[in-house]
């Protein structure tokens, strides 16, 4: 079975200063790795997701993200935030055989203050 | 083109009450899942379905819940006799058929159980 882990609980950060959300998984098969962004009371939003190809991947919003196999990590990134980021931040995997569902990471709140 | 659809968005029942929960999926998606986030922690997967047909329920508890996606309207997480544990939120992503592995899993708004 595949697991997803989000070391940060929560990562204060200033207003235009850089951000990097960290994610590793395990699996002992190949996965697909995704980011999804959820705010206040809100439902899942996808940012970003790795499929296959480059392993640097841009999302929506100036997020992007980079699979590394190796390492298997797949930590996000922006160059500077903004207060409007403010959110919890999840990272999920999934097989890319069997079961369809995705497993998540425990979540980052990220608190971007002025 | 609407996205996924959750009602109610949020609901409080009293112990040992049902619990309905009722998830559209987006135009043209026949794969439904749902997920249940507990209080600061992460999404966990409960069962897939497609239309008529549970197909992936291994994180389902055995007991008092149960889900169904019938031929024509939306799909329904039941959950009988609640009880305080099962105050979460609820979410129900859908995606469209026939596109593998690689699917995009869209989320509705969610809906928060409360049990008093």
């Known amino acids: 079975a595949q697991s997803v882990t989000q070391l940060d609980s929560q990562v204060p950060v200033f207003e235009e200063a850089p951000v990097e959300l960290r994610c590793n998984y395990s699996?002992?098969?190949?996965?697909?790795l995704f980011w999804y962004v959820q705010y206040p009371n809100q439902g899942l939003q996808l940012l970003l997701k790795?499929?296959?190809?480059?392993?640097l991947v841009k999302g929506i919003n100036g997020f992007e993200a980079e699979f590394n196999k190796s390492q298997t990590s797949f930590h996000l990134r922006k160059p500077s935030v903004h207060i409007s980021d403010t959110a919890e931040y999840f990272c999920?995997?999934?097989?890319?055989?069997?079961?369809?569902?995705?497993?998540f990471g425990s979540g980052t709140r990220l608190q971007v203050q002025p | 083109n609407a996205g996924v659809m959750q009602n109610p968005r949020h609901l409080v029942r009293r112990r040992g009450q049902e619990a309905r929960l009722r998830c559209s999926p987006m135009?043209?998606?026949?794969?439904v899942y749902w997920y249940r986030q507990l209080p600061e922690e992460g999404l966990k997967f409960m069962v897939y379905?497609?239309?008529?047909?549970?197909?992936?329920e291994s994180g389902m508890p055995k007991e008092r819940f149960s889900a169904e996606f019938p031929k024509e309207g939306p799909s329904i997480l039941r959950i009988q006799q609640v009880v305080r544990g099962d105050s979460a939120a609820y979410f129900c992503?859908?995606?469209?058929?026939?596109?593998?592995?690689?699917?995009?899993?869209?989320f509705g708004p969610g809906t928060r159980l409360l049990v008093l």
């Open positions: 992503a859908s995606s469209p058929p026939a596109t593998g592995y690689q699917e995009t899993q869209y």
């Open positions: 699996s002992s098969v190949s996965v697909y």
């Open positions: 790795y499929l296959s190809g480059s392993t």
């Open positions: 999920a995997v999934r097989k890319d055989t069997g079961r369809r569902a995705l497993t």
């Open positions: 135009k043209g998606h026949s794969h």
């Open positions: 379905l497609q239309k008529e047909n549970i197909i992936d």
